[in-house]
């Protein structure tokens, strides 16, 4: 199984080019990867689900 240890939302604000976005990436098994580019501010959901047997 996989480790995802963060999922992150950063803001950009790039005066020199006047573009304001937010960049969506991960941390998997040690390693970046970027999940995409955004002129709208996504949302963050936390759902927690309790399995029983």
């Known amino acids: ?3 995802i240890s963060e999922i992150r939302i950063e803001e ?3 005066e020199e080019d006047n573009q304001h ?9 040690g390693f970046v990867e970027i999940i995409g580019k955004s ?4 949302q963050c ?9």
């Open 21 to 29: 976005f937010y960049w969506i990436y991960y941390f998997r098994n």
């Open 39 to 42: 002129s709208v501010k996504p």
């Open 45 to 53: 959901f936390r759902q927690i689900t309790r399995y029983k047997k």
């Open 12 to 14: 950009i604000f790039d």
């Open 1 to 3: 199984m996989d480790k």
